[in-house]
């Protein structure tokens, strides 16, 4: 998995590649832990994101605990596949997904 950041004006869009998975959540989990203190929307681009395991989605659910505190969260260009995943577990209710 690779994760491209950009931080401007207190947004930050994190641009995730590859697999989410049991071996690259705790990747993601870090980068969004180190990486929001100071930001009010965060911003998952998952154009690149092929596949999400349910630790994935647990690093995702709270990725979203967090920002509900301090501001948004969304998720773009979520590819069918994931998208299945999203729908069929019920975070598709959960997340804002454009």
Request: hydrophobic share 45%; proline share 1%; glycine share 6%.
């Amino acid at each position: 998995m690779t994760i491209n950041k950009e931080k401007n004006n207190g947004i930050l869009t994190l641009a995730i590649e590859g697999r989410l998975d049991t071996v690259t959540a705790p990747e993601l989990e870090k980068v969004v832990n180190e990486e929001t203190a100071d930001v009010r929307e965060l911003i998952l681009d998952m154009k690149g994101l092929e596949y999400i395991s349910s630790a994935g989605l647990r690093v995702l659910l709270a990725a979203q605990k967090k920002m509900n505190k301090q501001g948004v969260m969304k998720l773009t260009d979520v590819c069918d596949a994931v998208m299945e995943v999203f729908e069929m577990t019920g975070f598709a209710d959960i997340l804002t997904i454009e």
